[in-house]
């Protein structure tokens, strides 16, 4: 099966700093590599993703990266503001279910 | 859309009793996904419906757990005898196609306490 990891496992910054999350996976058949962000109480909700073709994509404030090579990708949020605060998972993916990881608590502070 | 919808939304039980999760998938949409979320194990599948069949449930416990889609807008989860450790926050997701990179549409999950 697969083996996902996430780092780092906590990420505080200050408003307007960037951050970076990482994730590396096992399986050299995953294809499909999304982002969720959950909210407290809430249930995770996909954010961004990109497909194996890719190497890169950017929403707004939000990219992900792809090094298929070195099997990691990994999630950028610029200009971060205390919304952001979350737990971040990435959950890659060569069939149908995804494998997530063990999730990125990213605290903003004003 | 109202998105899923799971109820009930919290369950506090006492060890042994019956336990059933409840979840209406998004209009439309072909597959179903049950997860369970621990601070320890994190978020792991639990079974996954593609047209109301069972396609994976590898990741189901044990025997003590059971998952039914009697039709398109339903499925249940049921734990019987429940114990302490199935204590959990279950969340059902839904997409449309059930293949690698149809985005799972998550509900707000059931929070379950057995005590």
């Known amino acids: 099966g697969e083996n996902v990891e996430q780092h780092p496992s906590t990420l505080s910054v200050q408003e307007g700093d960037s951050a970076v999350i990482k994730c590396t996976y096992s399986?050299?058949?995953?294809?499909?590599f999304p982002w969720y962000k959950q909210e407290l109480g809430k249930g995770p909700q996909l954010i961004i993703d990109i497909r194996s073709n890719v190497g890169e994509k950017k929403d707004q404030r939000i990219a992900v990266t792809l090094n298929k090579t070195a099997k990691h990708f990994s999630l950028h949020i610029t200009e971060t503001q205390p919304e952001d605060s979350a737990v971040y998972f990435c959950a890659p993916s060569g069939y149908s279910t995804l494998t997530f990881g063990k999730g990125t608590m990213l605290l903003v502070s004003p | 859309d109202a998105g899923v919808i799971q109820s009930p939304r919290h369950e506090v039980t006492e060890m042994g009793q019956e336990v059933t999760l409840r979840c209406k998938p998004i209009?439309?949409?072909?597959?179903l996904f049950w997860y369970r979320q621990t601070m320890m194990r994190g978020l792991e599948l639990l079974i996954y419906?593609?047209?109301?069949?069972?396609?994976?449930d590898s990741g189901m416990p044990e025997d003590r757990f059971s998952a039914k889609m009697p039709n398109a807008s339903f499925s249940t989860l049921k734990i019987q005898p429940s114990e302490p450790r199935d204590s959990a926050v279950y969340f059902c997701?839904?997409?449309f196609g059930g293949g690698a990179g149809d985005t799972q549409y998550f509900g707000p999950g059931t929070r379950l306490t057995v005590l």
């Open positions: 997701a839904s997409s």
């Open positions: 419906f593609n047209n109301n069949v069972p396609i994976d």
């Open positions: 399986d050299s058949a995953s294809n499909y």
């Open positions: 209009s439309g949409h072909n597959s």
